[in-house]
């Protein structure tokens, strides 16, 4: 019966994320940093202004737009942010981020469009890519230049067939962020190559050391070509919920509403009353939850750069680090698998995320710190017995 399912479907390779959780299951005492979701609860206000939003009524179908109290609170949300006044027809509400990068592919992609992808990258990109035609043209970038993309690589990327343009920052999974002076000459090729973009920023909040958010949507003449994707997922805790949000030009967003219509029909009207809850709490709970990311940060890499055979940048935002382990193999998914076997520890192939991410691994720091030490223990005592000669 496997011959019924969709070619486009069978060709989905198994997740190496969602491969190493099933592999942990095999074990008592593994500790995972393998799952891309922070391990703090939902703030409990955002919990009980949802229940009781849920217990006067709020269970019903809203407008596939959204909830019209969610699209005004995001309007708030980003006069604060990115210092603008956004109209309400630029936004739509969706099922978690990813619904808002499956609207937006289904809108603009047409068979054979070309949509450049930065390595490494989240799987789920090429896969919306694929299912409707579209091909993705891979941008490298290497551990040398900090997985950022450079302005010359993207250059020689693009063909005729180019479209749309990704960009994911904070990036999962290495971490890196791109710098102001690099978006801006990104812009410029994007102008003069009359190519979309699509920009990945559900980690927007979830910056270190004095970073705030550098966002292309801010540079000239991109707001009318720009799709940017936010999320409650990652800065609020809210990974369950699956609620986020997209915003852009108002010809854009009309199109992806129809998809939301057509898909999901709208949003969980719940989630959306968390959404609303969640845009109100106050940002001291954000950022305790982000220092807590940056002193897990901050200890992972004092530990990991002083390990024989690794090399890792300190990321600048996210909850991921992605030391380079090609010294000591190219092969991360068997360095993976061994560590697990060995230690119980779980971390995730880098060749997942795109050939860029060959003889690396990404660790999520989403475990408190005292589980995060033994962890990483665990990945100093199995680095120096296989590193023995």
Excluded at 7 to 21: D, K, Y
Excluded at 43 to 54: G, K, N, S, T, W
Excluded at 299 to 305: D, F, G, K, R, T
């Amino acid at each position: 019966m496997k011959s019924k399912i969709s070619t486009a479907v069978s060709q989905i390779p198994l997740s190496g994320i969602r491969e190493m959780w099933k592999r942990a299951a095999e074990y008592d005492n593994y500790i995972s940093l393998g799952i891309g979701e922070p391990d703090f609860n939902t703030p409990e206000e955002i919990c009980r202004q949802a229940l009781e939003d849920a217990v006067r009524g709020a269970t019903h179908y809203t407008q596939s737009q959204g909830d019209p109290e969610l699209i005004e609170a995001i309007q708030r949300y980003l006069r604060e942010r990115l210092g603008e006044d956004l109209s309400t027809g630029q936004i739509v509400v969706t099922t978690g981020g990813v619904g808002g990068l499956t609207s937006f592919f289904r809108t603009v992609l047409n068979p054979g469009d070309e949509v450049l992808l930065p390595e490494p990258y989240f799987p789920p990109y090429r896969h919306n890519i694929e299912w409707v035609g579209g091909k993705a043209v891979h941008v490298q970038t290497s551990f040398e230049n900090s997985f950022v993309p450079t302005p010359e690589a993207l250059e020689a990327a693009i063909t005729p067939s180019s479209k749309v343009l990704v960009l994911n920052s904070p990036n999962n999974p290495t971490g890196a962020v791109i710098p102001a002076e690099t978006l801006d000459n990104i812009a410029r090729i994007v102008l003069e190559r009359d190519l979309l973009v699509l920009s990945d920023e559900v980690y927007e909040r979830l910056l270190f050391d004095g970073r705030t958010q550098e966002s292309i949507w801010k540079r000239p003449g991109m707001n009318e070509r720009t799709v940017v994707v936010h999320s409650f997922s990652k800065s609020f805790a809210m990974t369950g919920w699956r609620i986020g949000y997209a915003f852009g030009p108002q010809w854009l967003i009309e199109s992806m509403i129809k998809v939301v219509s057509s898909t999901t029909s709208c949003a969980p009207s719940v989630s959306q009353r968390a959404a609303v809850a969640a845009l109100r709490l106050d940002a001291q709970v954000i950022d305790a939850m982000v220092e807590e990311f940056r002193v897990r940060r901050d200890h992972a890499y004092e530990v990991l750069e002083q390990l024989p055979g690794v090399r890792v940048h300190k990321p600048g935002g996210t909850f991921y680090m992605f030391p380079d382990i090609s010294q000591i193999t190219q092969d991360s998914r068997q360095f993976a698998l061994d560590l697990l076997k060995e230690e119980q520890v779980v971390v995730v192939p880098g060749e997942t995320f795109g050939p860029s991410g060959k003889g690396c691994v990404r660790v999520a720091l989403t475990v408190n710190q005292e589980v995060l030490k033994e962890a990483l223990e665990r990945i100093r005592r199995f680095i120096k017995h296989i590193s023995r000669p």
